[in-house]
C-alpha cells in the first residue's frame, strides 16, 4: 500500500514570495490533515479536511494561508505572502481513524 | 491551550540501556499516542492507548497511560542504535479531536 505522498520535498523562497504545497493521501482515508512543524517542536494541526469539507481550521492563519481539497482526494496548501517565521516543515497526514494518523516525508520550507 | 510537556528534552544513552520518557498535560485526553520521528521524515505511530490505567507493549516498547489522564510514559529496553530518533507524545480530548503533540524528546544511542 503506498503511502502518504507530498511535494516538493524542499523548497526555498524569499520573504513575501508564494508557495504551494502539494499532498496524496492513502486510497481510501477520507480524513486529511496538514500540521506545521517548527524546528525543535512538535507538529501543530493547520487543517483538517474530512472528505472535501473542513472540519478544523482554528490554528490556519487565514490572511496568508489556504488550502484545498477540492474532489475529497488530494490536497494543496497555499503560504501567500511567505514570512519568515513560516519556515518549518509542512506534514500532511491522512487516516480513517483520527488516532491513527499516516504521515507523509514533509516539505521543508526555508524562507530567506 | 491546551498543551503538553514532555520530559527530557534530550537522552544519551548506551546500547543496551533501558530508556524512560514521559509527557504531562494540566488538560484531561481520553486518548495518549507515541510516535518517533526519524531525520527527514514524518512521524510514526508506535503505540495507542485508549483508557486510564491501560499499559500497551509493542515489542521493546511499553506505554502507559496515566490515571489521572494527564500524563503518559513511554519506556524502551535494551535499546538498538535504530531507535535513535525524536519520540513524541501526543493527546486527545474526545474521539475525533485534533491531535496536541508534545515538544519531543530526541533520543541517541551510543553503540
Known amino acids: 500500500e503506498a503511502g502518504v505522498a507530498q511535494s516538493p520535498r524542499y523548497k526555498i523562497i524569499e520573504k513575501r514570495q508564494s508557495v504551494a504545497f502539494w499532498c496524496n493521501p492513502i486510497?481510501?482515508?477520507?480524513?486529511l490533515y496538514w500540521y506545521q512543524q517548527i524546528l525543535g517542536q512538535g507538529p501543530k494541526l493547520l487543517i483538517q479536511?474530512?472528505?472535501?469539507?473542513?472540519?478544523?481550521d482554528s490554528q490556519l492563519p487565514k490572511d496568508r494561508f489556504s488550502a484545498e481539497r477540492l474532489k475529497g482526494v488530494d490536497s494543496t496548501l497555499k503560504i501567500q505572502p511567505a514570512k519568515l517565521e513560516d519556515s518549518a516543515v509542512y506534514l500532511c497526514?491522512?487516516?480513517?481513524?483520527?488516532?491513527?494518523?499516516?504521515f507523509g516525508p514533509g516539505t521543508r520550507l526555508l524562507v530567506l | 491551550g491546551q498543551q503538553l510537556n514532555q520530559s527530557p528534552q534530550s537522552m544519551f544513552i548506551q546500547e543496551g540501556e533501558d530508556v524512560s520518557m514521559n509527557c504531562t498535560s494540566s488538560?484531561?485526553?481520553?486518548?495518549w499516542l507515541w510516535y518517533k520521528q526519524d531525520p527527514g521524515e514524518g512521524p510514526v505511530l508506535l503505540i495507542a492507548?485508549?483508557?486510564?490505567?491501560e499499559l500497551t507493549s509493542n515489542g521493546r516498547l511499553t506505554a502507559q497511560f496515566g490515571i489521572t489522564r494527564k500524563d503518559s510514559f513511554l519506556n524502551i529496553s535494551a535499546s538498538i542504535p535504530s531507535d535513535v530518533g525524536i519520540y513524541f507524545c501526543?493527546?486527545?480530548?474526545?474521539?475525533?479531536?485534533?491531535?496536541?503533540f508534545g515538544q519531543g524528546t530526541e533520543l541517541s544511542v551510543k553503540p
Open positions: 497526514a491522512s487516516s480513517i481513524r483520527t488516532e491513527t494518523q499516516y
Open positions: 486510497s481510501g482515508h477520507a480524513t
Open positions: 479536511f474530512q472528505n472535501n469539507g473542513v472540519v478544523d
Open positions: 488538560s484531561i485526553f481520553n486518548t
Open positions: 492507548l485508549y483508557k486510564a490505567g
Open positions: 501526543a493527546g486527545q480530548s474526545n474521539q475525533g479531536g485534533k491531535l496536541i
